[in-house]
């Protein structure tokens, strides 16, 4: 599109020159036109390559005024590259643009004295080169706005990209937070449970032909067992699919602190000898604090069973006070594999012990877990009760 303009522009010029060569000198028909051309390639490469083409009308203007060429419509190329370098990104390119925009005009009509009409008196002469170079600085004007709504776009442009990054980092991170919250639930369902159906399947297995009673004590806590378990996935089910409501109330509440009893019954009738005391004032806590000490104790449990060895007892400790719950378990077994503990162990060990951690940070309390100096194994935890839960 430049280039058309550039060569329309070129033509008419021409015209022009062919008309008034025989009222002209020779001499200033040859400067005219070598100024018609330079202006023309102006505008045809103006967008390509701006400074450059800046550089050669300004060289134009400075022969112009020097030779006292009389102006033409080519110009016009003037104006359209003051508004180009204007409107573009190297600024010292439009500062040089806009000083020529000042002085040209002036420069000019000092040189050519006005013609055979000079002004009248010092006031006319100011009217006279205020309105020679307003269109330049007009055009100037036109272009820095352009460039200024031009650089507001594109910062918009690079916030609502650095936003839309920012939303998918922080999706990123729920996704991970909700995958650590389902892999520390079903891990906590799981494992207890199964771990408890495993062994009465051992001693149903062990004692069958012996003890059918007994047999058929450990069946019915397998199926009791399997039941809670069921309840507890449907619970978490329920949960995460958010769009579903559960129809005949199938779904059972969180387990709390008032379900450890109950928990504990089920651990000992497992075969697992537990004291359980409980000191201070039973109070109602924070739902994430109650399953929190709930899932502590389970996981506490759980593994004193795979780990603690034959004849081992346990014991939990329940402390209320008065801005925090504190929870001891502790066994009197053989204690567990020290990777179990210290680092999170590998293929699947010790992500019990990741899961209190987390579900401990997450309330914002504190846990100690580790061998006791007698043998053993001791999980400390103190869950502090925020006010307004």
């Known amino acids: 599109m430049d280039t058309f303009w550039a060569v329309l522009l070129f033509g008419f010029n021409c015209l022009m020159l062919v008309a008034s060569a025989d009222a002209q000198s020779e001499r200033r028909t040859v400067a005219e036109a070598l100024a018609v051309g330079a202006l023309c390639l102006v505008v045809a490469l103006r967008r390509k390559a701006p400074a450059k083409m ?16 009389q102006p033409t419509m080519a110009d016009f190329a003037m104006l359209a590259i003051i508004y180009t ?8 390119a439009s500062r040089t643009a806009l000083i020529g925009a000042l002085t040209g005009p002036t420069l000019y009509a000092v040189r050519s004295g006005n013609g055979d009409a000079p002004p009248r008196s010092l006031w006319e002469g100011v009217f006279i080169v205020g309105l020679l170079t307003m269109p330049f600085v007009l055009a100037w004007v036109l272009g820095d706005s352009v460039r200024t709504r031009r650089a507001y776009w594109a910062q918009l442009e690079e916030k609502a990209a650095r936003l839309e990054k920012e939303r998918e980092t922080q999706s990123r991170i729920a996704v991970a937070a909700e995958r650590a919250r389902i892999a520390r639930e079903l891990h906590d369902v ?9 062994v009465q399947a051992d001693g149903a297995a062990y004692v069958l032909d012996a003890a059918p009673e007994q047999a058929k004590q450990a069946l019915e806590t397998i199926s009791g067992t399997g039941r809670q378990a069921l309840a507890e996935m449907r619970r978490l089910l329920g949960v995460l699919r958010t769009g579903e409501q559960p129809e005949s109330g199938e779904y059972v509440p969180q387990p709390g602190v008032e379900q450890l009893a109950d928990l504990i019954d089920q651990v000992r009738g497992a075969g ?3 004291d359980f005391q409980v000191a201070g004032e039973p109070r109602p806590l924070p739902s994430s604090v109650e399953l929190t000490a709930y899932r502590i104790v389970q996981e506490a449990l759980t593994n004193t069973r795979k780990h603690g060895g034959p004849d081992v007892g346990a014991t939990v400790r329940l402390s209320y006070r008065d801005g925090e719950l504190d929870l001891l378990v502790e066994d009197d077994g053989r204690g567990a594999q020290h990777e179990l503990y210290s680092g999170g162990g590998a293929d699947g060990l ?3 012990l990741i899961g209190m951690r987390e579900r401990v940070g997450m309330v914002g ?13 001791r999980i400390s935890a103190v869950l502090p009760l925020k006010s307004g839960q």
Do not use: E, Y
């Open 365 to 377: 309390g504190s846990l100690d877990a580790g061998p006791r100096p007698g043998g053993g194994f």
């Open 54 to 69: 800046m550089l050669l009308a300004l060289a134009v203007g400075i022969c112009q005024i020097a030779f006292k060429v």
């Open 85 to 92: 370098v204007a409107s573009g990104t190297k600024r010292w």
């Open 190 to 198: 799981v494992a207890h449970n199964v771990s408890v159906m495993v």
């Open 350 to 352: 010790g992500h019990g």
């Open 272 to 274: 697992l000898p537990v």
